[in-house]
């Protein structure tokens, strides 16, 4: 997947997570300073682009608290996102099956 889905999926996933948590038409502080945290590791990230990184795999360069972060929002928007966004959110389910075995 491209950084560029990468980013587009993590900014949906906020989103939704934003606005059902904390009732905000736009993004709260908190909820924008996580999507720019994301935004930073995801450019940073040396991993192949074929490598479900980053958002879809914080457990390789987030700082903890913010992996924890980033869980919740993932837990909470995963299954809203067919319903919002089926495309983007098949292309990643693929990848979190592939990668996320564990989790
Ligand atoms: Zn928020």
Avoid: G, W
């Avoid at 491209?2 to 980013?7: A, C, E, P, R, V």
């Avoid at 993590?10 to 934003?18: L, S």
């Avoid at 904390?22 to 994301?38: A, N, P, Q, T, W």
């Avoid at 924890?68 to 292309?91: C, E, G, Q």
């Amino acid at each position: 997947m491209k950084k560029k889905q990468k980013l587009q999926t993590a900014a949906a996933m906020i989103r939704i997570y934003c606005k059902a948590r904390h009732r905000k038409k736009i993004l709260c502080s908190s909820c924008s300073e996580l999507f720019d945290y994301v935004s930073e590791r995801l450019e940073a990230c040396h991993l192949s682009e074929d490598h479900a990184s980053c958002f879809m795999c914080p457990e390789y360069c987030y700082h903890p608290d913010m992996r924890k972060k980033v869980k919740k929002v993932m837990y909470y928007s995963a299954p809203r996102m067919l319903f919002y966004h089926p495309i983007l959110t098949l292309r990643n389910l693929h990848h979190l099956k592939k990668t996320h075995r564990s989790l």
